[in-house]
């Protein structure tokens, strides 16, 4: 089960979960939509992930910890006051039904980290479809090092991050592709999904290497000049 719970103005919360297990929960900005959705499948919840420090990622933590006191919260070194009980930078932890995967992926904030569970990559703001998580570091080549480290996952890793930022992203690359059809194409469908409500997400990383500028660049200074001109876009 992977489900995109929407939040704010255009976050997702996810929650996974394989068939009759609790489920996790990554990124939880809100805590009411998630208690809602939980209460109503009658699910319980293992775990919860947060990728980076940013209160849109981690301003449910407080008063889900509240409804679920024995809950676990894990997330990077910079989540620690944010709501992080257990500090994880990469490598592998389980829980009691997962192996979760730690992929150190900053750039956006310094200690970001992305999860990977069976074969989907919760990636916060490093990887959006069709783009990439603004530097807010100004570290350009930690950043860059990191899509390269995500890059490297195979081409069927199911990819959940945590805004809805796809169409913005595929007009930006329809304009700086030299080939857009696999950008166009793609496009007619997210404006469809779009239209009717529904995410755009999740995606694939085989998907995001036809459509994501950002994944095919393949030198710092190329990736630095491209992220400049989609700040400027």
Same mark, same amino acid.
């Given at each position: 089960? #992977?489900?995109?719970?929407?939040?704010?103005?255009?976050?997702?919360?996810?929650?996974?979960? +394989?068939?009759?297990l /609790?489920?996790?929960?990554?990124?939880p900005?809100?805590?009411?939509q998630?208690?809602?959705?939980?209460?109503?499948?009658?699910?319980?919840? =293992?775990? %919860? #992930?947060?990728?980076? #420090?940013?209160?849109?990622?981690?301003?449910?933590?407080?008063?889900l910890?509240?409804?679920y006191?024995?809950?676990?919260? $894990?997330?990077?070194? =910079?989540?620690?006051?944010?709501? *992080?009980?257990?500090?994880?930078?990469?490598?592998?932890?389980?829980?009691?039904?997962?192996?979760?995967?730690?992929?150190?992926?900053?750039?956006?904030?310094?200690n970001?980290?992305?999860?990977?569970?069976?074969? &989907?990559?919760?990636?916060?703001?490093? %990887? $959006?479809?069709?783009?990439c998580? +603004?530097?807010?570091?100004?570290?350009?080549?930690?950043?860059?090092?990191?899509?390269? +480290?995500?890059?490297? #996952?195979?081409d069927?890793?199911? %990819?959940? /991050?945590?805004?809805?930022?796809?169409?913005?992203?595929l007009?930006?690359?329809e &304009?700086?592709? @030299?080939?857009?059809? *696999?950008?166009?194409?793609?496009?007619?469908?997210?404006?469809?999904?779009?239209?009717?409500?529904?995410?755009?997400?999740? @995606?694939?990383?085989?998907l =995001?290497?036809?459509?994501?500028?950002?994944?095919?660049?393949?030198?710092?200074?190329?990736?630095?000049?491209? +992220?400049?001109?989609?700040d400027?876009?």
């Open positions: 089960m #992977l489900i995109a719970l929407p939040a704010l103005n255009d976050n997702y919360i996810w929650v996974y979960g +394989r068939e009759n /609790p489920v996790i929960v990554i990124d900005s809100e805590s009411k998630v208690i809602r959705y939980l209460n109503e499948q009658n699910l319980s919840l =293992e775990a %919860i #992930l947060l990728t980076h #420090l940013h209160d849109d990622h981690v301003g449910g933590v407080a008063a910890k509240a409804h006191p024995d809950v676990p919260v $894990f997330g990077s070194t =910079e989540t620690a006051n944010k709501g *992080a009980e257990y500090i994880v930078n990469s490598g592998v932890f389980s829980t009691k039904h997962y192996n979760v995967q730690v992929l150190p992926s900053g750039g956006h904030t310094a970001h980290v992305s999860f990977l569970i069976d074969d &989907h990559l919760f990636c916060g703001d490093t %990887i $959006f479809s069709g783009g998580g +603004r530097v807010f570091t100004g570290d350009y080549a930690l950043m860059f090092e990191s899509l390269q +480290r995500l890059k490297a #996952l195979p069927t890793t199911i %990819i959940c /991050p945590a805004h809805e930022y796809t169409l913005s992203n007009c930006f690359a &304009h700086i592709m @030299t080939e857009k059809s *696999a950008v166009q194409n793609h496009k007619v469908l997210v404006e469809q999904l779009r239209a009717e409500q529904k995410p755009s997400l999740p @995606t694939s990383l085989g =995001e290497k036809q459509i994501n500028p950002f994944l095919q660049v393949n030198d710092l200074q190329t990736f630095i000049q491209l +992220r400049k001109a989609k400027q876009f």
